[in-house]
């Protein structure tokens, strides 16, 4: 394998980034403009594509951690020599042997099945699923697919304070916003940003990475029901 460091201004991972938000719209637009007999195969296609993506992104960030950790223990190594008194010297096979074990290291912390984990992933169900029978079953399973993602569950829009009732979910950075807010200051300032406290998301945000939250309409609305009974 051949190692190819990234540089400091590498925009790799953002390249990885839009690629896989590009799959996403892709498959946003498939009921949209396929029939439910092509769907099944497309799905498996885009979801592959997506694991190459993600594959791709968790090894240009073990690949870009080992440059890191190379750097230190040649730092140090050097240091070291120095103190000592020693004349330092480090071969290039050394440092290429030294990334390839600490690179071997990075990747096998991953844990198994950690590509289907991915949020990005993990959003890409299958078209109808709500529409089964078995409501309650489907209700659990949303939930848990919403709790993968390892965030509370915010219902609450926080530049208005309500609850949403037509969530928009940024692509970018997941947030979600109430539809008629965002829109409204999109269009009065087209710098808006994400106005989630904390979001670390820099890009001005346009109608185009805005997608309808349904999952999170659906939660809202099992819990009304939840509550009424
Ligand atoms: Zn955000």
């Given at each position: 394998m051949d190692h190819r460091l990234p540089g400091p201004n590498s925009n790799i991972a953002e390249n990885i980034k839009q690629a896989k938000e590009k799959v996403i719209q892709v498959y946003d637009m498939l009921p949209n403009f396929c029939s439910n007999e092509e769907i099944p195969e497309l799905l498996d296609d885009l979801r592959s594509v997506m694991k190459d993506y993600v594959l791709l992104d968790t090894k240009y960030k073990d690949l870009k951690t080992s440059k890191q950790k190379v750097i230190q223990l040649c730092t140090e190594k050097v240091k070291k020599d120095i103190a000592e008194g020693r004349e330092s010297s480090i071969t290039l096979d050394e440092i290429n042997e030294l990334l390839k074990n600490t690179l071997r290291n990075e990747m096998e912390k991953h844990h198994e099945g950690f590509l289907e984990k991915d949020p990005l992933y993990i959003t890409m169900k299958n078209f109808g699923?709500?529409?089964?029978?078995n409501a309650e079953d489907q209700a659990m399973n949303n939930e848990d697919d919403l709790a993968v993602t390892g965030e509370t569950i915010q219902t609450?829009?926080?530049?208005?304070k309500k609850e949403f009732s037509d969530p928009v979910k940024n692509l970018n950075c997941k947030h979600t916003y109430e539809r008629e807010i965002i829109m409204r200051l999109i269009t009065t300032?087209?710098?808006?940003?994400?106005?989630?406290?904390?979001?670390?998301?820099?890009v001005a945000i346009r109608a185009e990475h805005l997608v309808s939250d349904d999952e999170l309409k659906r939660y809202i609305n099992r819990l009304k029901t939840r509550a009424a009974i």
């Open positions: 699923e709500d529409e089964t029978n609450i829009d926080p530049y208005s300032n087209s710098k808006t940003r994400c106005y989630w406290m904390g979001c670390n998301n820099r």
